[in-house]
């Protein structure tokens, strides 16, 4: 790539996704159930997972009352359920602000071709086709006045991690048989070939 300087243009774009993973929420219902949703917002410090979650659906107020959810990743080829699922909400009766695109399912897992797996340390359970599972506690909701989400701060208690990703005899994931579905502007990606490593990379 050139290190030319190059010339920019202001924009007011919709949304900012400009690139994240997208991840899949198990919460608990109050019936006991497990709702999914799939979500674009969530970054990671340590075992501290950020997580944006809308305020219309159901997974909010399951993370409020229970404390405690599943963060699953699926991979690329896992697109297909992932977009079965996003018109889907939880919610019954489904939001005022939802209803033009939304359906309300009570049955997600089904709805979406996907297995329930029983989590270790929390209720919820995980999404056993998904190569990726966080199993965390929520340390803390905020909830902007003037925005349509909150911001849930959870903490990883325990990770599962598919055995054909983890390079044998390590703790470290296999990242060149990792292939996460990424989100960008509201399209979905898979990532390319790798560009180098960081300094502090051990493997």
Same mark, same amino acid.
């Given at each position: 790539?050139?290190?030319?300087? @190059? ?5 007011? #774009?919709?949304?900012?996704? $400009?690139?994240? #993973? ?5 919460? @608990? ?10 979500? *674009? ?28 959810? !599943? ?47 029983? *989590? ?9 086709? $998904?190569?990726?599972? @966080?199993?965390?506690? !929520? ?17 990883? !208690?325990? !990770? ?24 960008? $502007? ?12 960081? $300094?502090?990379?051990?493997?």
């Amino acid at each position: 790539m050139s290190s030319t300087p @190059l010339t920019h243009t202001v924009l007011e #774009p919709k949304v900012l996704y $400009f690139g994240t #993973p997208v991840s899949v929420i198990s919460s @608990l219902n109050p019936d006991g159930t497990t709702n999914i949703a799939p979500i *674009s917002s969530s970054w990671y410090l340590g075992r501290t997972v950020v997580l944006g979650i809308g305020t219309s659906g159901q997974t909010l107020p399951n993370l409020a009352r229970e404390r405690s959810c !599943v963060i699953n990743l699926p991979a690329a080829e896992h697109q297909p359920a992932v977009e079965r699922l996003a018109p889907l909400t939880g919610r019954s009766p489904v939001p005022p602000g939802k209803r033009e695109q939304y359906r309300y399912e009570p049955d997600k897992f089904t709805a979406a071709g996907l297995t329930c797996a029983p *989590s270790d340390l929390v209720t919820p359970a995980r999404v056993a086709e $998904f190569p990726v599972h @966080l199993e965390a506690t !929520v340390a803390a909701i905020h909830e902007p006045a003037d925005d349509d989400f909150a911001i849930v701060e959870a903490h990883v !208690v325990r !990770v599962h991690v598919a055995t054909d990703l983890v390079v044998p005899g390590t703790q470290y994931v296999d990242t060149d048989g990792w292939r996460p579905l990424m989100y960008v $502007f509201r399209h979905y990606f898979e990532l390319g070939s790798r560009r180098g490593r960081n $300094f502090r990379a051990d493997q």
